[in-house]
């Protein structure tokens, strides 16, 4: 088979990353979004760890058309049925079993011996299959499973009716060739293993996901379970991004082999899940990272501007990346605006777009030049948010450096105008002072960055924070050529969010 099917677990494993929490909306968002892009199968979530994951997994499951939808399930038979009961809805329904195999889980986790999770895992295949014929099993942390062990429960659970296999590097403990040996041992030592796909789960704790994925691959691998960004519980996991481009990039040593992921969506995909989960991209980061298609060195620009290929090895547009070209300014037409933000990939509602004008208006009217990354910006902040909560009204805030800093924030909750005022270590905390006010919600925050998203005095600045409130943590963005009020808008964020979940 010459196709790498692509499993997408943004929405289960990168929710996981802690901060991550995504309300139902948010995940159709995602989902609706990795459909376009072309992946195979979405891990939707793992529907029997709460009821919101229940429904978050059974909404995607009924609106998303395309990819199988999957459910991830512990070896227990209300984990599959409750994984069964959300998935069912999809036109290709995929169960998602895993059961740990190595000796360290088995002793400490599970307290069973070899033959009782043998038993356990035929059985659990078994009782899925009544549900649907498209059944995957993982043995959690096989790479450090002993590997005789590892072929039998492998083995046996094709005979089950396992139709994917699903080879995980739960802790990202292996290296490239260690894991690559490991696939093609199973392919040599489990005699029915022509039967399944043979898949890849790696995290990247010693950095090495990517790799021990691609070589996987080498070895026979034909699935590759991967999320955007590579986010994902402690260090996360393997990249789509990276893994898609490495094979498209490096025909010469894959060969044939390719996906069916729309590259040109790769970038736009990338900022949305960012945005969604508030997690900011590192500048460096391969493929996707502001920096990736940089040149700062005179030679490394002397190099580009006589041919590309002499220090870029992938082109930025073919992963929609379109720099910070200036597109647009105050008086621009609703028209353009349109026609520039279908350009770049979006394709919004006459409500939406309207809705993004006008904040577009609001923007131009301040900063001088509207790039490309500003638009994003722009639209990403304005089309997130349905029906929030709060919403911010206005802010007024007084500082120096030999003055106390005040704020007085007005906020509108089901159309009625709250006014709140504090003072602060600065201006911003101020604000957030004043909003926890009106609120009356008690929030402590745990990280706060600001970024800028194009260069020059009129940046449009970007705020992440992080936010602990009612026993949730959440991650949320704002923008604004106004640090201030940058920050105000990811506060207020952040609080619809903690609302919503």
Known sequence: MDKIIIFDTTLRDGEQAPGAALNQREKLEIAGALAHLGVD???AGFPISSKGDFLAVEAVAKSIKGPVICGLARAIKKDIDMAYQAVKSSKGPRIHVFLATSKIHMKYKLKKAEDEILRLAVESVKYAKKYCPDIEFSPEDATRSEREFLFRVIGAVIDAGAATINIADTVGYAEPEEFGSLIRAIKENVPNIHRAVISVHCHNDLGLAVANSLEAIKNGARQVECTINGIGERAGNASLEEIVMALDT?????GKLNTEIKKN?????SRLVSKLTGFVIAPNKAIVGTNAFRHEAGIHQDGILKERSTYEIIKPEDVGFYGTGLVLGKHSGRHAFGERLK?????????????????FKQIADKKKNIFDDDLMAIVEDEIRTAKPLWRLESFEVNSGTKVIPRAAVRLKKRGK????????DGPVDACFKAIDKITNIKAKLQDYRLEAVTSGKDALGEVGLKLKAKGKVVTSRGSSTDIIEASVRAYINALNKIESL
Do not use: M
């Open 41 to 43: 199968i979405i891990e």
């Open 250 to 254: 490096r025909k010469d040593v894959f």
């Open 265 to 269: 969506q790769i970038y736009k995909t």
């Open 343 to 359: 350009t770049l990939g979006f394709h919004l509602t006459k409500q939406q777009l309207n809705k993004a004008f006008v904040r």
């Open 417 to 424: 105008i709250l006014i709140g005022s504090s003072s602060g």
